[in-house]
T-cell receptor, first 111, second 114 residues
Framework: KQEVTQIPAALSVPEGENLVLNCSFT??????LQWFRQDPGKGLTSLLL?????REQTSGRLNASLDKSSGRSTLYIAASQPGDSATYLC??????????FGKGTHLIIQP | DADVTQTPRNRITKTGKRIMLECSQT?????MYWYRQDPGLGLRLIYY???????NKGEISDGYSVSRQAQAKFSLSLESAIPNQTALYFC?????????????FGPGTRLTVL
């Protein structure tokens, strides 16, 4: 059974810092890895999707990398802003069925 | 306008009551999913559907049933609600493109069972 772990569970940093969120998964036979953002009491917003054949994806200040063989992904946030405060979720897909989620990293950016 | 909508957004009900949560999408996607989110447990898959005639159980389907009334509509029912079904419920969709599985989520329904 696939298991997804996110470290750290919580992170608080001053505004302007670059930061890295980590995600690991136990079964490397994945097709996609997707990073989401969740604001309190709200739904999930898709940030980036990396297909298994890709090494990284970038969107604005966000960069996600994937090392499928070692079962790891990182989400890099450059020049963090208070508006980046949210919970970040990593999820993997073994095909067309549902995603397996980590428990998330709760991020606070201090003004 | 939201691409994936869920109704109701909040619901309080009593143990033993039947309740239905509804999901509609305007994205034209074939695949639809239901998840629940619990503090400390993350999101877990309840049911998913590849089209109107193809419905599959997820990790935690016991106590739930679903109906895919049309390509754009996927409903989740709790036949006899119990307190441990109190959770945040999410609907999601994805386009049928082989194993490419980018999912898009609705805003969620917060369900409380007393």
């Amino acid at each position: 059974k696939q298991e997804v772990t996110q470290i750290p569970a919580a992170l608080s940093v001053p505004e302007g810092e670059n930061l890295v969120l980590n995600c690991s998964f136990t079964d490397s036979a994945i097709y996609n890895l997707q990073w989401f953002r969740q604001d309190p009491g709200k739904g999930l917003t898709s940030l980036l999707l990396i297909q298994s054949s890709q090494r990284e994806q970038t969107s604005g200040r966000l960069n996600a990398s994937l090392d499928k063989s070692s079962g790891r992904s990182t989400l890099y946030i450059a020049a963090s802003q208070p508006g980046d405060s949210a919970t970040y979720l990593c999820a993997v897909s073994g095909g067309a069925d549902g995603l397996t989620f980590g428990k998330g990293t709760h991020l606070i950016i201090q003004p | 306008d939201a691409d994936v909508t869920q109704t109701p957004r909040n619901r309080i009900t009593k143990t033993g009551k039947r309740i239905m949560l509804e999901c509609s999408q305007t994205k034209g996607h074939d695949r639809m999913y239901w998840y629940r989110q619990d503090p400390g447990l993350g999101l877990r898959l309840i049911y998913y559907s590849f089209d109107v005639k193809d419905i599959n159980k997820g990790e935690i389907s016991d106590g739930y049933s679903v109906s895919r009334q049309a390509q754009a509509k996927f409903s989740l029912s709790l036949e006899s609600a119990i307190p441990n079904q109190t959770a945040l419920y999410f609907c999601a969709t994805s386009r049928a493109r082989g194993n490419y599985n980018e999912q898009f989520f609705g805003p969620g329904t917060r369900l409380t069972v007393l």
